[in-house]
């Protein structure tokens, strides 16, 4: 059984510039979310996806977007990047059905100079 | 709508000593309640989770929580720790059955010989 794994585990970007995280899925489940980890500070919720289609969204703005492919795997983007986008990203993947836990990637620490 | 509180930010404790990480949460539904723990430049691992059923949960690295519905509360303890315990502690709730998670600002534990 694999685990959930991000890729890239680190990237540095400028201000302004657009950015993609990639996530791929634990074996057999089939809902991914992505939260952002600020230095010092809990994980907070960006949005959900199922079966290919944002299922609920936290207070993140809509140059904040997302992804999901048929083999459940995902990719965040985030476009215009912001010094305050610096983060650690986290995937978390589940079962729809069922749902007891999360699992979690490494992240993605993502520095914008 | 569900929201975290850990009550401590900091908790330095010497090794063999016991420990608690408080957390309480607010929701107006049912809860699922998990502790996650992060070391340095990592994810997130699950230590336990309360989906139902007994108030008292084991999880592992000798840690468990208890339940308490009255107060809101889900505190985490260990009977003695190791320097390995050092790390970063998350409390979480979710909404039951739901995906999204909702994590406490987090308590660093420091071990100290």
């Known amino acids: 059984e694999t685990g959930v794994t991000q890729s890239p585990t680190h990237l540095i970007k400028t201000r302004g510039q657009q950015v993609t995280l990639r996530c791929s899925s634990q074996?057999?489940?089939?809902?991914v979310s992505w939260y952002q980890q600020a230095l010092g500070q809990g994980p907070q919720f960006i949005f959900q996806y199922y079966r290919e289609e944002e299922n609920g969204r936290g207070n993140f703005p809509p140059r904040f977007s997302g992804l999901q492919f048929p083999n459940y795997s995902s990719e965040l983007n985030v476009n215009a990047l912001e010094l305050d986008d610096s983060a650690l990203y986290l995937c978390?993947?589940?079962?729809?059905?069922?749902?007891?836990?999360?699992?979690f990637g490494q992240g993605t620490r993502l520095t914008v100079v | 709508a569900q929201s975290v509180t850990q009550l401590d930010s900091q908790v330095p404790v010497f090794e063999e000593a016991p420990v608690e990480l408080r957390c309480n949460y607010s929701?107006?539904?049912?809860?699922?309640l998990f502790w996650y723990v992060q070391y340095p430049n990592q994810g997130l691992q699950l230590l336990l989770k309360?989906?139902?059923?007994?108030?008292l949960v084991k999880g592992i690295n000798g840690f468990e929580a208890e339940f308490n519905k009255s107060q809101t509360s889900f505190h985490l303890r260990k009977p003695s720790v190791h320097i390995s315990d050092t790390a970063e502690y998350f409390c979480?709730?979710?909404?039951?059955?739901?995906?999204?998670?909702?994590f406490g600002q987090g308590t660093r534990l420091t071990i100290n010989p």
């Open positions: 309360y989906l139902s059923g007994s108030t």
């Open positions: 979480a709730v979710s909404a039951s059955g739901a995906q999204k998670l909702v």
């Open positions: 929701s107006s539904v049912s809860v699922y």
């Open positions: 978390a993947s589940s079962k729809r059905q069922g749902f007891t836990e999360a699992f």
């Open positions: 074996s057999g489940h089939n809902t």
